[in-house]
């Protein structure tokens, strides 16, 4: 929701700052990716996946969906119960991605491993899955968005 918002404020010709989302997976779904296995990944980092195959979302999503993204305008005439599961949100949320062009931002494949504040800076280390290598960027703010919410 944050890139959205930078990505509109950006569209309707605000001035924007410097944006960079770290992804630890490689594409857009963050937690809502189901991976299935269990121990370390092809790079060596912990499998967490929150998510089941076969969950389903425990309130409607009439109240978790977007107001400038609904289902209807996502999913057309096709019928979306109101309990939806998992890969049905997962996919909804990726078209909101795709509205708004919102991968522009993201460094996909890339894990923080440590965030400092630096007088009037933040410094984040961060890897790059595939390449192995570490890398230090220095940011005005610093947004933590981990999680469901």
Request: with cysteine; net charge negative; glycine share 8%.
């Amino acid at each position: 929701s944050a890139l959205v918002a930078f990505a509109k404020a950006q569209e309707n010709g605000g001035e924007i700052p410097e944006v960079v989302c770290f992804e630890k997976q490689s594409s857009m779904g963050g937690l809502w990716i189901y991976d299935g296995r269990v121990g370390v990944n092809e790079y060596g980092e912990p499998i967490r996946s929150p998510m089941y195959r076969d969950l389903r979302l425990n309130s409607p999503k009439e109240v978790e969906e977007y107001y400038d993204y609904t289902y209807d305008e996502h999913f057309g005439q096709k019928p979306i119960p109101s309990y939806c599961d998992r890969a049905t949100k997962l996919d909804y949320l990726i078209g909101r991605a795709k509205k708004y062009d919102v991968e522009k931002f993201v460094k996909f494949s890339s894990v923080v491993i440590k965030v400092e504040k630096l007088g009037d800076e933040f410094s984040v280390i961060y890897k790059h899955l595939p390449s192995k290598e570490s890398f230090e960027e220095s940011f005005d703010y610093v947004i933590v968005a981990s999680g469901l919410h």
